[in-house]
């Protein structure tokens, strides 16, 4: 598309061409995070309110952003950009948060890191904590991983009479890398579907960066949990202890055990890991298989819909119901659980009206001119914007759905393979997390559950989200070089 061609008006009648799309998408990023910074305007309805403004800047007609009443059939830029990615994102993000809710629910995460700290012992308790985190972290929020594992952390410092940050950090180690890099959480959930990357792909390169990264942030935790003492935070030991009590009058109230058996390891490894297998197994099958019987059957069982739901329904039987659950429960899990789900899919869907506006202006094609003509490898520059929009407003989600519809046109005619892009969304999701500070939700959610000062937290916390960042860019960049 001819950069000023298609569109009159808006900012383009007064900066001609390449510089006035470039004006628009600096002006549009800047009111992104003054309405999300100093407003504190939710981030959907900051998205959406840059995305119309950016359209009708860059020269966009009314008709193009929204159809028109009159012709139901009207090509809507929005409606497009908000259903071409939620079509993808939501069945995956709302299957996945059912599945942690049961795992949560069902006391799986407690019998993981109870069983593994036994495994490991006393000595290597902080690796047990932080192999918790990586495993429980795979189908369950960040902030219900610490919710969930917090009273488990206490129990284990209170044991030692070691500083908390030697058991938590690892933990929150394994939450974060798993959110930032895995499906189905939703930043490469939605980056993936922004870029049209197959989620095998994602797995695969997201646990060859995520690793190393993680390792390094497990040996960062381990260096200042050891120089920087924290107690255990009594108030807080006193409110899981009172929340675990009420639990347990709750189920005597209604006549059933208080005790249950403890759920398998075995049990929580196969719900967790059979998603994964099914969508690595129809990911390689497309490259070895021909086509034929055996390879449509491996692709419909390994397509994350299915992978998914079948994931569910174990859950639903070996967790739920053959543990005594009735039906009825299981439902209240699973619809309480969608809940907060509906502020991540709409600022995930207000990310892909975003970067349908600056794909059908001209503005994406600007910035890709622009960003080409620096020299810089693409991941470096992913990484980069990643890392600024998340240091300036907070959110990881915000930031990979951003710079998602910046990069994407960077690398639309490339002829990139599958891993390559792959490698682009490890780049942003990187950047995405570096860095959490006192704009982040996150930061006081550590802060105050383990109780850490803000201090503290800086020098813990904020500096282990950057050591994550950087070496999980780190390794996404040299394994660009090899594919």
Sequence with gaps: ??????????????????????????????????????????PFVALLTVSIAVGLAAGLSVTELFGTVQKSDAVSMIETGMGGILGHVAIIIGLGTMLGAILEVSGGAEALSSRLLTLFGEKRAPLAMGLTGVIFGIPVFFDVGIFVLAP???????????????????????????????????????????????LGWIILMGVVVGVPAVLAAWAYAVWIGNRLFVPVPQDMVEAAEEAKAAVLAEQEAAGRAPHEAPVPLSTVFAIIGTPLLLILAATFSSIVLELSTLRSVIEFFGHPFVALTIALLMAYYLLGIRRGWSRTSLEQVSTSSLKPVANILLVV???????????????????????SDLGLPVIVLAYLISLVLRVAQGSATVAIVTTAGIVVPLVENGGHSQAFLALVIMAISA??????????????IVSKYFGISERGTLKSWTVLESVLSVAGFAVAALVSLLV
Excluded: C
């Excluded at 959110?179 to 993936?192: C, K, R």
């Excluded at 503005?363 to 890709?368: K, M, T, W």
């Excluded at 950047?431 to 006081?444: C, M, Q, T």
């Design 1 to 42: 598309m001819p950069l000023a061609a298609e569109h009159t008006g808006g900012l383009l009648a007064l900066i001609p061409g390449t510089a006035g799309l470039l004006t628009v998408a600096a002006a549009g990023i800047a009111l992104l995070l003054v309405l999300i910074i100093k407003v504190r305007l939710q």
């Design 152 to 198: 488990i952390v206490y129990a284990a410092a209170k044991r030692s009479g070691r500083s908390i940050l030697l058991y938590a950090l690892p933990l929150l180690a394994g939450l974060s890398m798993t959110h930032a890099f895995l499906p189905p959480h939703p930043g490469p959930v939605a980056a993936a579907g922004l870029f049209e990357v197959d």
């Design 349 to 371: 869907g207000a990310g892909g009206v975003f970067g349908a506006v600056l794909q059908g202006s001209g503005v994406a094609q600007a910035l890709s001119d622009t960003f």
């Design 431 to 444: 950047g995405s997390i570096f860095a959490s500070h006192v704009n982040d939700g996150g930061f006081w």
